[in-house]
C-alpha cells in the first residue's frame, strides 16, 4: 500500500470508486467515435470537482480520495493522477483495475454497465487521516448509507481526536432511486446532511418520468423535494436537497428557502460529454460548503462552476501550472482559471 504521505487537514474524503470508463457518445454529439481508458468514477470526479478549488502547494492535499490500481492501470493515469497533487491513496489491486461501459442516448440519457468485477470501497478502507475529513461523499444505496455514516463516525470518535462533526453528501445510487426504496431513502435522510439526486433519479424515486424532449418539470422537482424535507424527523440532520439538473443548472432546497441556479454553460456545443458532470459539482459543491460556513447557495456555486470544467471535453480538463512566486501557484484548467470562471458566474446571478 502506497500514500503520498501527506499530513495536511482532510477537507473533502469521497468513497467513490475510480474506474477505466469505455465512452459511447449520443447519436447528437459531434465526435461519433468511442473512446477507450478514460479515468472515470464517481470518485475521480468528485475529486476532480474538489480539486479545481483546491490549488497547490497545501490546498490540493485536503482533497482525499482512493484509487485502486490493477496490473492493467495506464502508467499515463497514474501521472495524471500525482500531478494534482492532493491526499490520495493509490493503492495496488491483484485483478484488473475496475472498468465499465457508458453508451449514451438522446438529451444525456446514459446506460451504464461494469465491465469486470468493481472493488467498491468501505469505511474500513479509510486511513486515520481520511478518517479526520471536514466533509464525505457517499454514493450508495439508503441501508449502506445509514450503515457507511455510523461506521464512519463509530472509526473516527475511536481512532482519531477530532471532535467536529463532518458533513455527509449522499448522492443515491442511480439504479436504486426506485419507488420500492422510497422509505429507506426517508429514512437515510436523517443521517446526511446533504442529499443529491439528479432530477431523473428524484423522479424515478416517485415513480414519476421526466418529459421525453430533455426539458425538466420544475414544478415536479420542487414538489418532490418539499415531500423529502416533509418526511424527515425533527432530529434529521438533513440541510438541504439538492438536485442535480443538467442543462437546466440545480435546484436548492431548504425547509424555508428554494432556489435554482443556471448550469454554467447555457450554450450546448460546449457540452461534447456530459460523464462525470455531476459528480464533478458535488465535489466542488462539498468543498465550496466547508470553506464558506455551510453556505448552500455558494456552495451550489461552486459546484456549478466545477461541474463546467468536467464536460467540456472526453475525460478529464487538462491542468496548466503557472509559477507566480515562491510561494504561490496560479492554475488554469482547459486554458482558464477557476476563480475567474466563479467570478463570470456570479456577476450572472
Not at 464517481?42 to 490493477?70: H, N
Not at 500531478?83 to 493503492?91: A, E, I, K, P
Not at 447555457?266 to 466542488?284: I, K, R, Y
Not at 484548467?333 to 458566474?345: A, I, K, P
Amino acid at each position: 500500500m502506497t500514500t503520498n504521505g501527506h499530513t495536511q487537514p482532510i477537507d473533502f474524503c469521497t468513497l467513490g470508486m475510480f474506474i477505466i470508463d469505455e465512452i459511447h457518445p449520443a447519436p447528437s454529439s459531434p465526435d461519433q467515435k468511442p473512446h477507450y481508458n478514460i479515468p472515470g468514477g464517481a470518485g475521480t470526479y468528485s475529486a476532480l470537482g474538489a480539486r479545481l478549488f483546491s490549488p497547490p502547494p497545501t490546498s490540493s492535499r485536503s482533497v482525499g480520495w482512493i484509487v485502486d490500481a490493477g496490473p492493467d492501470f495506464p502508467p499515463e493515469l497514474r501521472e495524471t493522477i500525482l500531478s494534482w497533487q492532493t491526499g490520495v491513496l493509490l493503492r495496488p489491486r491483484d485483478q484488473p483495475t475496475t472498468s465499465a461501459w457508458n453508451g449514451y442516448e438522446a438529451n444525456e440519457h446514459r446506460a451504464f454497465r461494469y465491465l469486470n468485477e468493481k472493488k467498491r470501497l468501505t469505511a474500513e478502507d479509510l486511513t486515520p487521516a481520511l478518517l479526520s475529513a471536514r466533509s464525505f461523499h457517499l454514493i450508495c444505496s439508503p441501508i449502506r448509507c445509514i450503515s457507511l455514516v455510523q461506521r464512519i463516525l463509530d472509526r473516527r470518535k475511536a481512532e482519531t481526536a477530532v471532535t467536529d462533526a463532518p458533513i455527509f453528501i449522499w448522492e443515491p445510487v442511480p439504479d436504486l432511486c426506485i419507488p420500492d426504496e422510497l422509505e429507506n431513502t426517508y429514512e437515510a435522510l436523517n443521517h446526511v446532511d446533504i442529499v443529491s439526486p439528479n432530477h431523473e433519479e428524484l423522479a424515478s424515486l416517485f415513480a414519476y418520468k421526466q418529459p421525453e424532449t430533455g426539458e425538466v418539470d420544475r414544478g415536479a422537482v420542487e414538489g418532490q423535494c418539499q415531500d423529502l424535507l416533509a418526511r424527515c424527523s425533527e432530529s434529521s440532520r438533513l440541510n438541504a436537497v439538492v438536485v442535480r439538473a443538467g442543462k437546466e443548472g440545480c435546484f436548492v432546497a431548504r425547509r424555508k428557502t428554494k432556489q435554482w441556479l443556471p448550469a454554467y454553460h447555457q450554450d450546448s456545443s460546449n457540452v461534447l460529454d456530459p460523464t462525470g458532470g455531476g459528480n464533478g459539482f458535488l465535489g466542488g459543491f462539498a468543498v465550496g460548503l466547508v470553506r464558506n460556513e455551510g453556505d448552500v447557495i455558494e456552495a451550489a456555486r461552486w459546484g456549478s462552476v466545477a461541474a463546467s470544467f468536467c464536460i467540456e471535453q472526453i475525460g478529464l480538463p487538462m491542468l496548466n501550472t503557472i509559477i507566480a512566486s515562491a510561494t504561490c501557484v496560479d492554475e488554469v484548467w482547459n486554458d482558464e482559471s477557476v476563480s475567474d470562471r466563479l467570478s463570470e458566474y456570479n456577476t450572472r446571478i
